[in-house]
Structures are given as C-alpha cells and as structure tokens.
C-alpha cells in the first residue's frame, strides 16, 4: 500500500551501504553506510575480530597496563621464563600475563 501523501523528493534521504567479510575469516564483518548526498561521512561498523591468528573459544583480553609495566621492569634483571612463573605466583589470576607470549612483548 502506497504511503499518501508521498514525500516530495528534497526530503527523502538515500542511504548507501558497503559489506565486506575478511577472506581469512568469515566472521569478521565490515559494514559501511553514508549519506548518498554527503559521501564524505560515513558510519562504519565492524564485527568480529579480524586481526585474531587462530581460532580460540575464549574473548581476547588485555593484560592490564599497571602488570605490563612491572613486567617490563622485571624483564631488566631476569629471564623471561622466571619472570612469568613469578607473575603466575605473585600478581593476581584476573591481572596475571594471558600466557608467556605476553612476557616476552
């Protein structure tokens, strides 16, 4: 059923929308929609984690900056290896490094 009265054409806006999916992994998604008229602003929404190198069943979370910086400090005097072990013993599970990659950046 037609909308009556139709609006006049200086008043309907034409949005365009752009879809991409990242080839290494489907379920990182990109969507981007702009103003036909104002192609310079645009929205641009992604989903997923595209940058992710293997597929894990756990979210991605960042060590915490305070237990980087006492890593960084304890990585002057000591071997990787020791240092992790001593973060595992001493700094709280929920601040603790992820794994030993994260000592060694």
């Avoid at 379920?27 to 310079?40: I, L």
């Avoid at 915490?64 to 240092?83: I, R, W």
Wanted: charged share 20%.
């Amino acid at each position: 059923m037609p909308f009556n009265p139709q609006p006049t054409a200086d008043t309907v806006t034409t949005l365009t929308r752009y879809y991409g999916t990242l080839n290494a992994d489907a379920t990182f998604k990109k969507r981007v929609t702009w103003d036909a008229a104002s192609p310079n602003i645009a929205v641009v929404e992604y989903q997923g984690h595209g940058n992710a190198k293997t597929k894990t069943s756990t979210a991605y979370v960042r060590t915490p900056a305070a237990t980087m910086s006492k890593v960084g400090n304890m990585v002057k005097d000591k071997q990787l290896k020791k240092v992790y072990n001593e973060c595992l013993v001493d700094v709280h599970p929920l601040n603790a490094p992820r794994n030993a990659r994260s000592v060694r950046q």
